[in-house]
């Protein structure tokens, strides 16, 4: 069996910005995850990434990700279909993002397998609260998961 895990990725203070981790937060609430599966709040932290990294072999990312769709659309891929590319003229570990942890992870010889959900955004300002329209995709975000897990599970 595969250890897996649901990371939620993102800033609850700005509002849709937050969306990886409310769903974190409403996929704890249901219990509706078998118990093999971990839900971790990465928050905007990614250079806390690497040790989720090493410690699963099945990763599935939610994040807001801006890529020029209608707010709500909601993304869905394995990683490396993506083409995002890491920045080498990072000067900080607060400018990396998850693509450069992925790669600082592959340089140790932590290779999971990293599905991404991303939903586009409509707002990114300062609030708590998700705008109406990001809010219901949760349920459809959270179905898409159920679905890839069962899937994952019976591999």
Not at 59 to 69: C, E, H, S, V, Y
Not at 95 to 115: N, R, T
Not at 121 to 129: D, L
Request: hydrophobic share 45%.
């Amino acid at each position: 069996m595969s250890k897996i895990a649901i990371v939620g990725i993102g800033n609850l203070l700005m509002q849709d910005e937050g969306v990886g981790i409310h769903i974190i937060n409403r996929l704890a609430e249901m219990k509706c995850l078998p118990e093999e599966v971990d839900l971790i709040d990465a928050g905007v932290n990614s250079y806390d990434m690497l040790d989720i990294f090493s410690n699963y072999e099945i990763l599935i990312l939610i994040d807001a990700m801006q890529a020029g769709g209608d707010p709500g659309t909601i993304y869905r891929a394995p990683l490396e279909e993506l083409g995002l590319q890491p920045d080498s003229n990072i000067t900080s570990l607060h400018e990396m993002h998850f693509v450069e942890a992925v790669s600082m992870a592959k340089l140790m010889g932590y290779e999971p397998e990293i599905l991404v959900f991303g939903i586009e955004p409509e707002v990114m300002k300062m609030g708590m609260e998700l705008t109406p329209g990001i809010q219901s995709k949760l349920p459809r975000v959270i179905e898409l998961i159920q679905q890839d897990i069962e899937n994952i599970m019976t591999r």
